[in-house]
Nanobody, 122 residues
Framework: QLQASGGGLVQAGGSLSVSCVAS????????MGWFRQAPGKEREFVSFITRGGGTTAYADSVKGRFTISRDNAKNTVYLQMNSLKPEDTAIYYC?????????????????WGQGTQVTVSS
């Protein structure tokens, strides 16, 4: 089970951090990803982090502004979002995968959190 939290309303240029706590499984066995879905759009990849945290990847649209991290002792993955833009407005979902190919496709993740709303005002 994945529980995301930390979303909210922020002005453009501001920062926000979202987190996702996992329970019920061995967290460190999973690659963790963040995806987002804006109204009327498909769910899209944001970032992923490998089991030990040694490798991360980002969508071009967030590279340099967002940072993913994880704490396996706390079963938690984080997404720090800086320099937020109105186009970052979406529901943000965390997801877990036991094995990835690209790590960028929705289909590669088996477990999903319920999502947390991030709204960036202009």
């Amino acid at each position: 089970q994945l529980q995301a939290s930390g979303g909210g309303l922020v002005q453009a240029g501001g920062s926000l951090s979202v987190s996702c706590v996992a329970s019920g499984r061995t967290f460190s066995n999973y690659v963790m990803g963040w995806f987002r879905q804006a109204p009327g759009k498909e769910r899209e990849f944001v970032s992923f982090i490998t089991r030990g945290g040694g490798t991360t990847a980002y969508a071009d649209s967030v590279k340099g502004r967002f940072t993913i991290s994880r704490d396996n002792a706390k079963n938690t993955v984080y997404l720090q979002m800086n320099s937020l833009k109105p186009e970052d407005t979406a529901i943000y979902y965390c997801a877990a995968s036991s094995m990835i190919q690209t790590g960028r496709r929705v289909s590669e993740y088996r477990y999903w959190g319920q999502g947390t709303q991030v709204t960036v005002s202009s």
